[in-house]
């Protein structure tokens, strides 16, 4: 199996020089390059082609933002995905970064195994997503669930974010299952992550409670161009469930 190839820049040395040597004792890992300027960037993605770019929001020279606008100008075969690792943790800059294209937006200070589990995941995805859209620019269902669920605070750590993740693919797929979700959606789940259905139902209760205790709903509500969540209105699991896979699907046929 390849290794896959990370990129690191930050500005930060120290914590530059602490994640290429975390990163090099994996096994599975190759870093390929480590920049502290912001406008190496683009330069260095050409010539070592990372699967995956580890950037900071502020770096010399030219920021997360303007860097994540370069490699859209580059051709899909070339761009990396990228994980925001950043001290920043305003709602607007988080919107930006993932309409910008990041696909995952970590806040420091971090856990840097959570890091390497993000890492392994995203490298996971990336043929998919580069086969789904690179003309387009139109995301997949994968990249709309990811980008809502970051927006909306759910860590993606946590048991809950993946049944939620399942449970909207189920209901995008035949979406009558929404109505027996206690029968059917839950132990389907189950069954897929050798749990029971009671731990699902939990896991995802609590992975919406925390959504809704970081308070980003005004973030989701501005991606959508409307009300979609109320802070005061917080949603039972079928509900959210079913909003979200509503709202994709309206987004997949318009």
Known sequence: MDRIRVMLADDNLNLLRALTDYLSRKPDIEVVAAVSDGEEIPDCVRQYGPDILVMDIIMPRRDGFMTLEALNGMDAALRPRVIVLTGLARDDFIMRA??????????????????????????GDQPQTVA???????????????????????????????????????VLENHDVINRITKELYPGIARKFDTSASKVERAMRHAIEVAWSR???????????????????????????????DKLAVRKTA
Not at 138 to 157: C, K, M, R, W, Y
């Open 98 to 123: 993932i309409r910008l294209g990041a696909s995952y937006y970590m806040v420091k200070p971090f856990d840097m195994n959570l890091l390497y589990a993000r890492i392994v995941e995203i490298a």
């Open 215 to 245: 308070g980003r709903l005004e973030a989701v509500n501005q991606m959508y161009g409307h009300r979609v969540f109320a802070r005061e209105d917080k949603p039972t699991n079928g509900e959210f469930i079913a909003m979200i896979s």
């Open 132 to 170: 789904a859209a690179p003309e387009t620019g139109e995301e997949s269902v994968d990249e709309q669930i990811t980008n809502l669920f970051l927006t909306l605070g759910i860590p993606a750590h946590i048991k809950g974010y993946q049944y939620l993740r399942e449970a909207v693919h189920m």
